[in-house]
């Protein structure tokens, strides 16, 4: 089984800077894809990116990016340019080509604090 | 706007009760799932329903029973529950579950807590 591992329970940054959330995880598979998703408190979770495991190029979303290592198994977030609306609590998650792609493994989360 | 709405929003029941939660989609997706969430840890999957037909059960007590009337509604039906089953229930779908690239969209959860 897939596992997916977040080793930092918590994070802060200053508002305006720029933070790396980490994430690993261990698989045999060779095709699958990675998310992030954000969490605010007493909010729904949403997307935040995705990375097919099939591209080498990492994945943007304006202030978003990720530095996608396969060999490592390694799936790290990085906000640049850090916002109040930020601080959330930041799910890494890997998407299995087993059953259809149906099955979703989320890390244990980051929470993110933004200091103004 | 949440295009994935889940009802009730918070819910408090006794072990004995019988209650229902509700999800709504009307985005024309053919993939919706049931996560339990306990506070500060991550969503554990529960059921998928693919077309409306259950697709992964991951071993989940029988006293969680879910239900896919039609392509737009997952209701998930609690009977006789345990106090240790209190969480936020997630619902979230997808467009289909072979698009492995699409993300899932998520409700905003119900909050539910057993006496």
């Known amino acids: 089984a897939q596992t997916v591992t977040q080793s930092q329970p918590e994070m802060s940054v200053q508002e305006a800077e720029t933070v790396t959330l980490s994430c690993t995880y261990d698989t045999s598979e060779s095709d699958y894809y990675l998310f992030w998703y954000k969490q605010p408190p007493s909010r729904q979770m949403i997307l935040v990116i995705r990375?097919?495991?099939?591209?080498?190029q990492n994945a943007t979303e304006n202030r978003f990016s990720v530095n996608f290592q396969k060999a490592a198994k390694s799936f790290s977030l990085k906000i640049s340019d850090s916002q109040l609306g930020d601080a959330a609590m930041y799910f890494c998650?890997?998407?299995?080509?087993?059953?259809?792609?149906?099955?979703?493994?989320f890390g244990t989360g980051t929470k993110l604090q933004v200091i103004p | 706007d949440t295009e994935v709405t889940q009802t009730p929003k918070h819910l408090v029941m006794g072990m004995t009760n019988k209650k229902s939660l509700k999800c709504e989609q009307h985005m024309g997706h053919r993939a919706m799932y049931w996560y339990k969430q306990k506070a500060k840890k991550p969503p554990e999957l529960m059921f998928v329903?693919?077309?409306?037909?259950?697709?992964i059960n991951e071993s989940v007590p029988s006293r969680f029973s879910p239900e896919c009337p039609n392509s737009s509604l997952l209701n998930l039906h609690l009977h006789a529950l345990q106090p240790e089953d209190s969480a936020l229930y997630l619902c979230?779908?997808?467009?289909?579950?072979?698009?492995?690239?699409?993300?899932?969209?998520f409700g905003d959860g119900t909050r539910l807590s057993i006496l």
């Open positions: 979230a779908s997808s467009p289909q579950t072979g698009d492995s690239n699409q993300p899932q969209h």
């Open positions: 998650a890997y998407r299995s080509p087993t059953r259809g792609y149906q099955k979703v493994t």
């Open positions: 329903y693919s077309y409306e037909k259950l697709s």
């Open positions: 990375q097919e495991a099939y591209k080498q």
